[in-house]
């Protein structure tokens, strides 16, 4: 049954049609209209400072990445349909020169406002090299307590986006001597052997993950999802869970995954409400189905873009799936919710 599902699943045709037909004998095809769409991009990590690389050899454009958030900007706002964007995280690169990271945030996010229509934003390791908590997410205009960066909100009655705080539990982004600080340091201590804590040398299968440049999902915050997901199965929502980290071994690099992926998945797997999460981080993008049926779209990073390319999409969304829209570099990706997982 699973398998037969898998493959009617790659077998569908993107664009689903259906007849109508007409008092004068014409028949007439239209196409299902979503409930709603949104504009999605990730990893912009603009600098302005000469092209560079990964440490893994990847070319990356920090110039050419603001000119990519500006073409999908403006596409977005070409299609006149899309009711909201959704910025996966990393706006500035960790080595915009720290005296120009205020200045650099603040021109990365006036052009996400140039969207003519709300841009909800994640939080990304690269955001908080350069700018602390609490002057960052004044300017990404995140409003909760204690500079947490975890919220959710329902575009239509039928949905229900959830956005994860990936570096909740960090040794970025928070003073050094806060408790979230010491905590993490003292997780790296005992899961990583390296001095360098973003050195995954020595680190084996799954324990990859375990780098300074990731993070987790602290208790205060999993007990706020577990009640967000009751409630949306009251309310019989479907879910579209966001964080920065990837939440799946299948769609991801060891290495970039959230810390405690699989307590947060556990979780989630709990309920049939999600049916779709999607994240950034891990530059080359991915895709994957879970042993749940839930989605998980990992997004093809914009800095990674060469002159003229482009990676950014939108994703119309409907009853039954959600269907991603990519630009050139991002990948288009038809996701069909599992009927047995059907509310
Ligand atoms: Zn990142």
Redesign the pocket.
Known sequence: MWKQWQSRVSNLWRVETYTMGSANGLTVTHRKQPLFSFGLIS?VQYADIPDGRSFLGVPRYYRHSILVLQRAVKQWNTNQRHKFVINF??IVDGYCPKDQSLNTVKKVVDEFEMFKGPVYHLV???CLYNLPRNKLLPLLKIQSLEDQAYYDFSPVPEYRFVFLDGYDISAIGWSQDHPKTLEALKFLREKNPNDDKNNPTSLVGLDRRFLM?NGAVGKKQMEWLNGVLQESTKLKQKVVVCC?LPLDPGASSKEALLWNYDEVMNLIHRYICVKLCIS??DHKGGYSIDSHGVHHRVLEAALECPSGTNAFGYADVYDDRISLYGTDRMQSTDMYFHPKADL
């Open positions: 990893d995280g990393d990304g390791n690269h440049f920065h950034g981080h």
